[in-house]
């Protein structure tokens, strides 16, 4: 790798890194009309540090490893999601199979 790539690589992760703090720190500092939820915090939180990172590949030209990145994120926020929905259908019908009786 040229040295030339090496300080790209490394002034856009800075770069990268700077731009994300500052977007944390406008999500945590900024006057809200109303306290968000946790989960729209986590959310807001989440996508804002996965956006610095993508930035920081695709300005690298690794848009294989974004494309992994989102395919994961994506598995994970489904099995988190069909767990909440488990837990939902639980808490409304009780144990699997008691709804109808059987």
Same mark, same amino acid.
């Given at each position: 790798? /040229?040295? /030339?790539? %090496? =300080? &790209? +690589? ?5 770069? /990268?890194? $700077?731009?994300?703090?500052?977007v $944390?720190? %406008? +999500?945590? &500092?900024?006057?809200w009309?109303r ?5 729209e915090?986590? =959310?807001?939180?989440? /996508?804002?540090?996965?956006?610095g990172?993508?930035?920081?590949r695709?300005?690298? !030209?690794d848009? =294989?490893m =974004? %494309?992994? $990145?989102?395919?994961i %994120?994506?598995? !994970? +926020?489904?099995a988190? $999601?069909? !767990?909440l929905?488990?837990?939902? &259908? ?6 699997a199979g008691e709804?109808?009786g !059987?």
């Amino acid at each position: 790798m /040229s040295m /030339s790539r %090496v =300080v &790209w +690589e490394w002034g856009t992760l800075g770069a /990268s890194a $700077l731009l994300t703090a500052l977007v $944390l720190l %406008v +999500e945590h &500092w900024f006057p809200w009309t109303r306290e968000p939820t946790r989960v729209e915090a986590y =959310v807001a939180g989440v /996508s804002t540090l996965l956006a610095g990172f993508a930035t920081w590949r695709l300005l690298c !030209g690794d848009w =294989v490893m =974004v %494309v992994g $990145l989102g395919v994961i %994120v994506m598995a !994970g +926020e489904l099995a988190r $999601l069909k !767990g909440l929905l488990a837990a939902r &259908w639980e808490e409304l019908f009780g144990e699997a199979g008691e709804a109808d009786g !059987g």
